[in-house]
């Protein structure tokens, strides 16, 4: 019985076996400006690299209505794939 309770303890949940699986896949992350704001929040992202992204929010600064306005220092991550698509995970000040 106590071998039973103990792989019961071991085991990961679903959740946390996904969470692992999204931590290893490959993002760029970059420095930018956003250039231009567009409907449905999205975002014309210039990256210190000299890069244009077209960016959507994450779901963190959704669920925080975390305000993100021409100007602003952000932190993008881009799909070695495909450049030209990102996804803002932090706002600068």
Same mark, same amino acid.
């Given at each position: ?22 931590? %290893?896949?490959?993002? $760029? ?6 250039? /231009?704001?567009? !409907?449905?929040?999205?975002? #014309? ?19 925080? %209505?975390?305000?993100? $306005? ?6 993008? /991550?881009?799909? !070695?794939?495909?450049?030209? #698509? ?8």
């Amino acid at each position: 019985m106590k071998t039973t309770h103990n792989m019961a303890k071991n085991k990961k949940s679903h959740n946390q076996q996904y969470e692992s699986t999204i931590e %290893r896949e490959d993002r $760029l992350e970059l420095q930018g400006f956003v250039d /231009e704001a567009l !409907p449905g929040t999205l975002f #014309k992202v210039k990256c210190d690299n000299g890069l244009l992204v077209l960016c959507t929010l994450a779901g963190k600064l959704r669920m925080n %209505r975390i305000r993100i $306005l021409p100007g602003d220092a952000v932190t993008i /991550e881009v799909s !070695p794939y495909d450049t030209s #698509k990102g996804r803002i995970t932090w706002r600068g000040r």
